[in-house]
């Protein structure tokens, strides 16, 4: 089944410790995005990317970054994560040719920080 | 500015029941809506969607949910609960095209559903 995979689903890193969670996907879809969520709070935007364009959301921390290698895969990156970055970590892909498709989620990566 | 309330933070049914889970928007232009609903440790799935037309849509697992322009509402409903359908719900709103950084969606802030048995 074409699906949305993200690893690993739950990572321990210690403070200041950078880290990387990953996300790929066989929709062949366009648009990936990565979104933090805590304690069953709505998803939080972090960034997307449009093909290969990067688009930042305004107030997403500098200690996040992102890489998109190629279609399938896409990558978060936390330069030094802090305490309050202990959060679910969900990746979503959409397919962008017109814009009433949903998108579609992973399962996502619980962060914990030590 | 757009937005998306979900007035109830829980909603609490019996198993057989209908149940409805509230939505209203605030959106320029005609609104794209959607529901998706997320299992514990689980990543959200989407549920349905009203784009234009009929303004009962019919989603997965038996819900469905009612456009109302009038009211800026999209309420989420099933004429039976399951204990199965416990969860969290959420609400999300995109612009139509033209409308700016459509892309992205709003989300309200959830809705936890118990359904006891």
């Known amino acids: 089944d074409a699906m949305v995979i993200q690893n690993p689903r739950y990572q321990v890193t210690q403070f200041g410790k950078p880290v990387t969670l990953s996300c790929s996907q066989t929709l062949n879809h366009n648009v990936m995005y990565w979104y933090q969520q805590k304690s069953s709070q709505a998803p939080k935007l972090l960034f997307h990317y449009y093909d290969k364009d990067f688009n930042n959301e305004a107030d997403t921390p500098d200690n996040f970054q992102s890489r998109r290698p190629n279609t399938s895969f896409c990558f978060l990156d936390i330069r030094s994560p802090g305490l309050g970055d202990a959060a679910m970590y969900l990746c979503?892909?959409?397919?962008?040719?017109?814009?009433?498709?949903?998108?579609?989620f992973g399962d996502g990566t619980r962060l914990s920080i030590l | 500015a757009q937005s998306v309330a979900q007035p109830e933070d829980q909603v609490n049914v019996a198993e057989g029941n209908p149940l409805t889970v509230k939505c209203t928007y605030s959106v320029s232009g005609n609104p794209y809506l959607f529901w998706y609903v997320q299992y514990p440790n689980r990543g959200l799935q989407f549920l349905l969607k009203y784009i234009t037309g009929d303004n009962l849509v019919k989603g997965s697992y038996g819900f469905e949910a009612e456009f109302n322009k009038s009211q800026t509402s999209f309420h989420l409903k099933k004429p039976s609960a399951l204990v199965s359908d416990s969860a969290l719900y959420f609400c999300?709103?995109?612009?139509?095209?033209?409308?700016?950084?459509?892309?992205?969606?709003?989300w309200g802030l959830g809705t936890s559903l118990a359904v006891n048995p």
């Open positions: 979503a892909t959409s397919r962008e040719s017109d814009s009433n498709q949903p998108q579609h």
């Open positions: 999300a709103v995109r612009g139509a095209p033209n409308a700016g950084n459509n892309r992205k969606l709003i």
